[in-house]
């Protein structure tokens, strides 16, 4: 059984967003795009991107994949390799096709052949669109599902607001100078002082250089909502298997955006599936401060894709350098 049809997704902000078009200086503004509004005319409207999701699904379905092939000890690959899985990787020289080493990658890692890559010097095509996710606001009612559209909804702009944040210079505090060297000694003494291995000339530029500041970042405010759409093509049950581990393995830190590490982006997230041959599943994947929830559907694609990571690591057992070798440049 293959799978043909769209995810859409619904996205409910528990945090601020922060999703970075511009900066000037310390300060940092939302990402905007112009659309052709339902009046016929351009307008500014915020958006996260697609390309953004589909970055953070490929992180999270690659550590997945990595996690489960090393049960018995982490597994590591060289650094291309990593690039590959982590980042889409590159082509390098005259680009080509080779058809039967695509079909075997696609075999042998199913998520590299559901998101795409640059494997050697020949492009793998991926088999999931990612759309951008627009926020249920008045300028973009015309592009939403009719189900969510409504007259009440007001301009993304005024979901928006400020956060303005200190970094304080900890060497000006008196309870904490004590742990900080004096300038006149040297980078390091045979009583115990430690350094960190930095170049004198290099420490004195830094020496005057201000730690002390304030920066502000333009945020999408927590409760806004985002909806998204996903096309998928043509995948096999094993590849749709390892799509929802990767959201599997999202759903552990859901965030989204940047500035994770103070808790910005946190997302409560509903996915429906929309087969092209007519069945809908209304609660395909649900994440939320409760757990993750993964529809019957869900669930057998990825108890298969596991099925298969297992059947890989006894091969791996066998042959190690197996994953690398296939990846390798032709």
Known sequence: MNYTGRLEGLL?????????????????????????????????????????????????????????????????????????????????????????????????IPLLSVLGGGVGNQILPGKVNFGDAFPLCAEVQHMLPEHLRSEKHISWRQMTSERSFSRKDDAKDDNLRTYLQPEDRPLLEAGGQMALPLETEKKAKKKDAPQQMRYTIEVLNAGAKLWMRIDVRDLTEVEFGALVSAFDEWSKAPYIGGQNRIGFGRVAAEFSWHDVRGPEERDFLQISDKGRYLSETAQNAKELYDEFLNQYTEYLAEKRDGLVKLLEAN
Request: hydrophobic share 35%.
């Open 12 to 108: 409910t902000l528990l945090a601020p967003l922060s999703h970075i078009g511009e900066s000037h200086g310390p300060d940092s503004y939302l990402d905007t795009q112009y659309i052709i509004g339902p009046d016929g005319y351009p307008v500014e409207i915020f958006c996260y991107h697609g390309n953004a999701f589909r970055g953070m699904l490929r992180d999270c379905g690659s550590k997945y994949m990595l996690d489960r092939l090393g049960k018995d000890g982490r597994v590591q690959v060289p650094l291309d390799v990593f690039y590959l899985l982590f980042s889409g990787g590159s082509i390098g020289g005259d680009q080509s096709v080779d058809i039967d080493q695509a079909r075997r990658i696609r075999q042998a």
